[in-house]
């Protein structure tokens, strides 16, 4: 794997450890527990959110593979089956791993297409790294305001 490639590879499985690690121990509550009903996503749905969006942006657009996604129900997800969501990560980390596997140079330089814009098949894969960098600020702050929550109703 290419130097450049390795890094991204490296990065985005250190991001998916630590939304691991903001799971869990979570109980189910804790996990679809929004913390404005209309204006924030729980944990659980950022967590698929982000399954969805490296689909798209790493599988598709730079890998060329077929996905089928449905975006709004990602923030619909409930944690039903954190199994499920488990295995699905093991799944996409091992499919992003042959793409970047694959990477040279020049395909980095590539020009990948979402279908209205063009980008590099690098910036690509570094949206990615910032969209995960993003939600799992988003779902550091949920767990410790439900924390926080749980903590302030057991004072009562």
Same mark, same amino acid.
């Given at each position: 794997?290419?130097?450049?490639?390795?890094?991204?590879?490296?990065?985005?499985?250190?991001?998916?450890a630590?939304?691991? #690690?903001?799971?869990?121990?979570?109980?189910?509550?804790?996990?679809?527990?929004?913390?404005?009903?209309?204006a924030?996503?729980?944990?659980?749905?950022?967590?698929?959110?982000?399954?969805?969006?490296?689909? !798209?942006?790493?599988?598709?657009?730079?890998?060329?593979?077929?996905?089928?996604?449905?975006?709004?129900?990602?923030?619909?997800?409930?944690?039903?089956?954190?199994?499920?969501?488990q295995?699905?990560? #093991?799944?996409?980390?091992?499919?992003?791993?042959?793409?970047?596997?694959?990477?040279?140079l020049?395909?980095?330089s590539?020009?990948?297409?979402?279908?209205?814009?063009?980008?590099?098949?690098?910036?690509?894969?570094?949206?990615?790294?910032?969209?995960?960098?993003?939600?799992?600020?988003?779902?550091a702050l949920?767990?410790q305001?439900?924390?926080?929550? #749980?903590? !302030?109703?057991?004072?009562i």
């Amino acid at each position: 794997m290419l130097p450049e490639a390795q890094t991204y590879a490296d990065v985005l499985r250190a991001a998916r450890a630590r939304i691991w #690690a903001l799971l869990d121990g979570a109980s189910r509550d804790a996990l679809d527990w929004h913390p404005t009903p209309d204006a924030s996503n729980s944990i659980y749905a950022l967590a698929a959110h982000c399954l969805g969006a490296e689909r !798209r942006w790493i599988h598709q657009i730079v890998g060329g593979r077929a996905i089928v996604r449905d975006r709004d129900a990602e923030f619909r997800a409930l944690a039903e089956n954190l199994a499920t969501l488990q295995t699905t990560y #093991a799944e996409v980390a091992i499919q992003t791993e042959r793409i970047l596997n694959e990477a040279t140079l020049d395909t980095l330089s590539e020009a990948k297409s979402d279908g209205k814009n063009s980008y590099a098949a690098r910036w690509c894969i570094l949206h990615i790294v910032e969209h995960y960098s993003e939600h799992l600020g988003q779902m550091a702050l949920t767990r410790q305001l439900w924390e926080n929550r #749980a903590a !302030r109703l057991n004072e009562i």
